[in-house]
């Protein structure tokens, strides 16, 4: 199972190679996009088993936040992105989320996760609250097709 740095790594590397500087902000976004199309591809298995967490600007991995909160304004590539490896589905995932979901600003992201029912349902302001993982895969389950 891949952890949620390991998404976040595999995102940034992405960027990267696109020429496309990436925030703190955006790679939190995709990961929690990637964990909901990987739960919608496998049948409600989770890609990572972080706790994704309702903040005031949407849902955030904290664990990836605090890897990258002192790189808000562009990350580089990691230095030890050589360890990353997923299994196929796993990959098609991260890919699939990189590729529908990477053409959003960090902001249109955050304006999108603000309208989808896991961060509605469970944002408290001034809190950080776990969105649980079956509201994802609820979410995920309905409003997303994958061809």
């Known amino acids: 199972m891949a952890t949620a740095i390991d998404v976040a790594k595999y995102m940034i590397i992405r960027a990267m190679k696109d020429e496309d500087p990436i925030t703190n902000m955006k790679v939190q976004k995709l990961c929690y996009y990637a964990l909901g199309v990987y739960s919608k591809l496998s049948n409600g ?12 600007h ?40 990189y590729t529908y979901f990477s053409q959003y600003s960090a902001w249109r992201l955050r304006e999108m996760t603000h309208a989808e029912t896991p961060w509605k349902r469970n944002y408290e302001e001034s809190k950080k609250n776990i969105i649980p993982f079956e509201d994802i895969k609820s979410f995920f389950d309905k409003s997303i097709t994958i061809n």
């Open 58 to 97: 949407g849902p955030v991995v904290r664990e990836v936040y605090k890897e990258y909160a002192r790189k808000s304004n562009g990350i580089t590539i990691p230095d030890d992105y050589s360890d990353l490896s997923f299994n196929n589905l796993e990959q098609k995932a991260v890919d699939i989320t």
């Open 45 to 56: 298995k989770k890609l990572f088993n972080e706790n994704v967490e309702a903040w005031q």
